[in-house]
């Protein structure tokens, strides 16, 4: 089981992780990213691949 982290002070509000993500993962909440459904990532990487600021981190529970 993965826990994915938004640092919402890096998060450009791009949305792109939202759109990315296979598992949906992640919804906007006050224009940041909320990745509300930790529980279902399955480790593709993809949305850490777009995006921008390096504001996703992913790890191993
Ligand atoms: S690693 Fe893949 S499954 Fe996990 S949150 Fe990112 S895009 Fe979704
Ligand atoms: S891809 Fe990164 S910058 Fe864009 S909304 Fe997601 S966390 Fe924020």
Known sequence: MYLVAVDSGKCESCEECVNVCPQGVFRMVDSKSDP?????CVFCESCIGVCPSEAIKITEM
């Open 36 to 40: 509300y459904q930790t529980s279902e």
